[in-house]
């Protein structure tokens, strides 16, 4: 677990409202992997002034000719026989090439499952660094917490993710958020043991908001607190809010006889995580 220390957004107007994604286990090189939708969620994060995000894990679907789960029919049709000699090194550079366009709004990268295990069993260890390397940005590891700061100076036109802080910043606010990020575990099937998966996240580690991935279903859970201000005057409320991001992997696809269609999975919950949040009053929400 890694404490990734503090990322610094600039913005201008009290009244703006950012949206945090979690784009987390996209399976790409799958045949089953909903390519369409990740591009046009990519494209959505560049557009909007007031997108940025994190990388959950699980780029790629990372399932060799030596992995008892390999199946022919299940690999894109775009992956060759030769691509799958290198499947690492092809596809590290093929979610480097789609990440390229929004790496300047990126707080970092986790590591998944798949990565984790294609690279024990192949000795290529350095494959998520390297992904991490060649976009600048954070490598986050398996799970951390880091603190997002929204620093408003009036003359900022768009929102820019900064580090550090320049000294010059005519800030005139500052508000900060801990965000605790884990790729997710657990094989639970059921909503009630996904949400227990993410209500243990919040109980075990202190943050205010909460991204988690693995069981392919779109989640959230909000837990206000009640504590006092700092001369114990007065009661407060703090909200934590917890989600799990879906997938881009879908269970059942046409033509195609997916690994979770074999083991009789739910269907997937498509697309990203993401949480509103809004500076000024605190108030946060999600979009799942």
């Known amino acids: 677990m890694k404490a990734a220390g503090r990322r610094y957004i600039m913005y201008g107007s009290c009244r703006d409202t950012f949206r945090i994604w979690n784009l987390a286990d996209l399976h790409w090189m799958s045949r089953?992997?909903?390519?369409?939708?990740?591009?046009?969620?990519?494209?959505?994060?560049?557009d909007d002034?007031?997108?940025?995000?994190?990388?959950?894990g699980d780029y790629c679907d990372f399932?060799?000719?030596s992995d008892k789960r390999f199946d022919p029919d299940a690999v894109a049709e775009w992956v060759s026989v030769k691509d799958l000699g290198e499947?690492?090194?092809k596809g590290m550079r093929e979610i480097a090439k789609l990440f390229a366009p929004i790496k300047d709004k990126c707080f970092g990268l986790l590591l998944g499952n798949h990565e984790k295990k294609y690279e024990l069993q192949n000795e290529q260890e350095s494959l998520h660094?390297?992904?991490?390397?060649?976009?600048?940005?954070?490598?986050l590891g398996y799970s951390a917490l880091f603190d997002v700061v929204f620093a408003r100076a009036a003359r900022t036109k768009r929102p820019r993710l900064v580090d550090p802080l320049p000294r010059r910043a005519d800030v005139t606010s500052r508000v900060g958020f801990r965000l605790f990020a884990h790729h997710g575990a657990g094989y639970a099937q059921t909503p009630g043991g996904k949400l227990n998966r993410l209500v243990q996240f919040m109980q075990s580690f202190d943050a205010d908001i909460y991204f988690a991935g693995h069981v392919h279903?779109?989640?959230?859970?909000?837990?206000?607190?009640?504590g006092a201000d700092r001369?114990?005057?007065?009661?407060?409320?703090?909200?934590?809010?917890?989600?799990?991001a879906g997938?881009?992997?879908?269970?059942?696809?046409?033509?195609?006889?997916t690994y979770g269609e074999q083991r009789g999975y739910r269907p997937t919950s498509l697309g990203a995580a993401v949480v509103q949040v809004c500076p000024e009053t605190r108030e946060l929400k999600a979009e799942v």
């Open 49 to 56: 002034p007031f997108s940025f995000w994190l990388g959950g």
């Open 32 to 46: 089953a992997c909903a390519e369409g939708r990740i591009k046009k969620d990519i494209q959505t994060i560049r």
């Open 63 to 65: 399932i060799g000719y």
């Open 217 to 226: 279903d779109r989640v959230a859970r909000s837990e206000p607190a009640i």
């Open 247 to 257: 997938s881009y992997l879908k269970t059942y696809e046409q033509g195609v006889t």
């Open 87 to 89: 499947l690492g090194q």
């Open 129 to 139: 660094g390297w992904l991490c390397t060649e976009l600048g940005v954070a490598n």
């Open 231 to 244: 001369y114990c005057k007065e009661l407060t409320q703090r909200l934590r809010l917890g989600t799990i």
